[in-house]
């Protein structure tokens, strides 16, 4: 029966630790998602808890900011998602999200 319920609580457990002000782990220290060297690294399993955890980051380091567009991006053997977000003050931003580790699983 805990087979089931693993990968139920691991969306709840991201989301729980993201609400209590603990960020994504980062590559390095300089890991600001600024460029592909610098991308988040999100931890997830399946595209599912993925696009959850980089909307949940952009949420939360970046409030009342709108995601405006979404590419995806192939470089030296990694696959990353570049989005832009705008903040409320018209600044457009761009992170990079390396989803190498779960993209294209179910």
Known sequence: MQRFQI?????????????MGLSLPARADTADGATTE??????????????DAEYS???????GWLHRQQSLIQTSGKIFDRIEIVGPDGIRKTIYFDITGWFGKP
């Open 38 to 51: 610098t991308a988040i690294i999100v931890p997830a399993t399946n595209e599912f808890e993925g696009v």
């Open 57 to 63: 980051y952009i949420q939360d380091h970046y409030p």
């Open 7 to 19: 990968p139920i609580l691991r969306p709840a457990l991201l989301a729980g630790l993201l609400a």
